[in-house]
């Protein structure tokens, strides 16, 4: 009988073994847009008083041009834009991807106030640090994305969060190889990086 049970479970053992490629392929997640694209240029930063008191937490992407063609190509091949805003598209790539360093920001702040990026006077400053030099931005535009972008390619962002893109001039910076944004305010500082190389 105890033989019995041995063999049983061993039995048991080899079969979930075996299996386990087929189960493993069954519960995995599967990838999406997000995890293949936009990841790797994901960053996310927070700024707290203490242990338990969240001041702003940052999400920001790198729209690098390979991740905008990227996204593009998805977007075609998923039958999400028509030919005619596909090429109106390549064309804006083509004239902005030498000329800027664009970001994809999502911010939460404590205060609502406080998110406000794209007033005369933020509480958070927003700079871009290389090895070449500290920049200001050349636009803080406020976006609003589509139930269909943020399911797809930016699944961080949150009703609560707002959401923009920041933009800053390239000239100068070429062969940079490493890209520092940084928030930084009276309470704190958030930097978040990207290697470049």
């Not at 996204?71 to 028509?82: C, F, N, P, S, W």
């Not at 804006?92 to 664009?102: D, E, I, K, P, V």
């Not at 794209?118 to 871009?128: I, K, N, S």
């Amino acid at each position: 009988m105890r033989a019995m049970r041995c063999r049983a479970a061993i039995l048991l053992l080899l079969v979930s073994l075996a299996g386990c490629g087929f189960f493993r392929e069954a519960v995995a997640p599967k990838p999406t847009a997000y995890t293949l694209m936009v990841k790797p240029w994901h960053r996310y930063g927070v700024l707290k008083a203490d242990i338990t008191d969240l001041l702003a937490s940052v999400d920001a992407v790198y729209l690098s041009c390979d991740l905008q063609r990227s996204m593009l190509q998805y977007k075609r091949e998923a039958g999400l834009i028509t030919p005619l805003e596909e090429q109106l598209e390549e064309e804006r790539l083509s004239s902005m991807c030498g000329a800027y360093h664009q970001f994809l920001v999502a911010i939460y702040t404590k205060r609502s106030d406080w998110a406000l990026l794209d007033a005369e006077r933020p509480y958070f400053r927003v700079f871009l640090k290389t090895e070449r030099g500290v920049r200001k931005p050349d636009l803080v535009k406020p976006l609003e994305l589509s139930d269909d972008e943020i399911s797809t390619f930016y699944p961080f962002v949150q009703p609560w969060m707002k959401v923009y893109l920041i933009r800053f001039g390239r000239a100068g910076l070429e062969g940079v190889r490493r890209l520092e944004l940084e928030f930084a305010s009276l309470t704190g500082r958030i930097t978040l990086s990207w290697d470049l190389r």
